[in-house]
């Protein structure tokens, strides 16, 4: 295998044999079961924020950061009710979760139509 993929560095080709071997599949599901695949939605959540927050400060304003963050807040409560239900937490932690992303919702909802009827 190692001549099929020449060229390629140890992490590649550990990598690649990793796809062909079907470990990735394990792994996949190691991040389901653990509960990680939320923290790695998590992060992209948040990256998605900063991009957003510093294109919003260097080009011209056409949102605000609180609709960004009221915009982002109900799916942040839904990733982490879905944590929850994942790594089999109280069924208290889950209700709390998405009830927080019902209250994030309906003030993202308030906010849009509030500025629909200004602007």
């Given amino acids: 295998m190692h001549r099929l993929l020449g060229g390629f560095d140890d992490a590649s080709y550990q990598l690649a044999a990793c796809v062909v071997e079907g470990c990735l599949v394990d792994m996949v599901e190691s991040l389901f079961r653990s509960g990680r695949i939320a ?21 011209s304003r056409t949102w605000s950061l609180s609709a960004l963050l009221a915009g982002l807040l109900p799916g942040l409560f839904l990733v982490l009710a879905l944590k929850a239900a994942l790594v089999q937490a109280p069924s208290l932690w889950i209700a709390a979760a998405l009830s927080a992303a019902l209250v994030a919702h309906l003030v993202d909802v308030r906010l849009r139509l509030r500025s629909r009827q200004t602007g």
């Fill in 39 to 59: 923290d790695v939605v998590i992060a992209v959540m948040a990256l998605e924020a900063l991009v957003f927050a510093v294109a919003a400060r260097t080009r």
